[in-house]
């Protein structure tokens, strides 16, 4: 929205930014969408046909739904592989946001993949590609030029020495006018506009205001500590507020990353609660993501007098107050908090606990935890369930809930985990049941079903997952036999997946093996992490299941 506002906006940009969107209206036919009555997939904003752009952004959060681009192009008319686009008579596709954290999975389906914020880099694309297309100029020539742009990776523009059964040996500029590295563009304060913290349109019930950018902290396994961390300035978010009045827009979403970590958070709660007062308590205010171990009395005395409040991610149709917050311990072992560099240590868990239990309005309580991580023994997953119990406990809500929300680990691109060993999804479905069974044997049926709740991802999606966190540009041509013969991701199994693979000489354990430090990434052009960091996370959890499995405390997984 940031960059469909700057664009709008900008008189000396050469283009007119449009959205098209999922509508309703669409209709599902297997594993694809179809416009109704023959129709063309249109843009909101002036009802043309898509595939007539000369530049189509694709944003997608998250590398699970990488398979949807494949659905997209196909609603759009538009010739889904980049050798098949011509320049000047199909869109140059750019692809963007989290699920492009390894740009090789569509590398040969996307033309460029821009990195980090695009307001400095997406501008210079849509000059460079308004100019060429006037001086009818050759597609290679283009795509050199773009190259050349700091944060725009262009796939093309690199040679890919393939290793049997999946992997690289190599990624090389294919000329010496090509960067070897290419990084991801984070603005200063000064270089974002409103419309990064505010969105810059609303469907008329709710707005959304971004009080943060970034994360202070920087947890090995985490992709929110990369960029930097900004906030936004009060008066943006107060007059964006002031506005939504004017307009009788009455839910107010806080999407941040970290809501605990912004400096004017108890200004923007106090004109909250006004914002509140004046829309005669119809409003709703939904927050996203806060630290645990950054709660006070004083934050949630502020939230709880808002009226109706909400959790973004929260889906759960609970009884009694709505409040709801999440702790993200990620382990419960205190020594796998401390090696992947998470501050959420169980006296700190303690002392949040101990604050929400004052406060009536809350009666809920999510924790996020982390399955599957290198060396974890059964006594790591029991620990969850036992965790889950003291929490309760400590909270002492007799018709209180805890949501125990589990989460593969799966090593992101980019991060400092990158390189190592994932589990199974079949397996981590059994260890979910594990920690399941053991909860359920030590609180008794009635209180599980009363007090507790045990949510997972889907294996289906996290096998998507595993190969396109890992994957070099072969998976894309797997995706795209997949979406062909017609396979729904959310009901992929690990047969017909390895049956894929095996199809184009791949095997899905080469995606979920331990990388050596010295190996080369399929992502290595857009890769900046510290080997010594990758190194000495490596050697503290080999030290570890060495000492748990001589200890006799159960099996590690490796």
Known sequence: MALYDLINRGSDIPAVAERAIRYNCLRTQGNRLTPPDGEIYRT?????????????????????????????????????????????????????????ANPEILADYVDVVALGEGETSLVELIRTVHRARRAGAAKNSV???????????????????????????????????????????????????????????????????????????????CTLGVPPFRQAPL???????????????????VSSPTFTQYGKRYALLDRLREHSRRMEGKATTIIGSVRADELSARYLDAVSELGDTGHFFTELKL??????????????????????????????????????????????????????????TALDRRAIAEYAVDVFRRFDRRHGTVILKLQQF????????????????????????????????????????RNYRVVWEESSRLLVESVCLRGDRRIGRVLEMLHETGTDPARLSGERLQEALAAHGLDHHRYLRRLNPCEPLPWDVVNDVDRDQESRLMAELDRRAFETTSAGDGVSVI
């Not at 952004?57 to 592989?81: E, T, V």
């Open 44 to 100: 909101i904003e002036s009802a043309s046909p898509v595939g007539t752009a000369d530049v189509v952004g694709i944003s997608i959060a998250n590398a699970g739904d990488l398979p949807s681009f494949f659905r997209l192009m196909d609603l759009a008319g538009i010739p889904r592989r980049a050798a098949d686009r011509i320049f000047g008579k199909h869109p140059l596709i750019v692809g963007g946001n989290g699920g492009f």
């Open 319 to 376: 009884g009694g107050p709505r409040g709801i917050v999440t702790i993200a311990p990620e382990f419960a072992s205190p020594d796998l908090v401390r090696i992947f560099n998470k501050t959420m240590t169980p006296h700190r868990v303690h002392r949040s606990i101990d604050l929400l239990r004052e406060n009536e309005h809350f009666a809920h309580i999510m924790l996020y935890f982390i399955v599957g991580v290198p060396g974890e």
């Open 143 to 221: 795509l050199e030029e773009l190259s050349r742009i700091p944060g725009l990776y262009v796939p093309a523009m690199y040679d890919c020495e393939l290793l049997p059964g999946g992997g690289v040996a190599a990624v090389r500029p294919r000329t010496s006018q090509v960067p070897a590295k290419v990084r991801p563009q984070f603005l200063g304060l000064d270089g974002l506009h409103a419309a990064h913290f505010v969105a810059p349109i609303s469907d008329g019930k709710r707005g959304v205001v971004v009080p943060t950018l970034g994360c202070r902290w920087a947890c090995h396994f």
């Open 410 to 449: 799966m090593p992101e691109p980019g991060t400092v985990s990158q390189r190592l060993p994932m589990a199974d999804p079949a397996l981590t479905a059994r260890h979910v049941e594990e920690i399941r069974e053991h909860l359920y044997n030590i609180v008794g049926g009635e209180a599980y079903e």
């Open 235 to 253: 008066d943006v978010l107060e007059a964006y507020v002031e506005e939504l009045e004017k307009h009788g827009i009455a839910q107010v979403v």
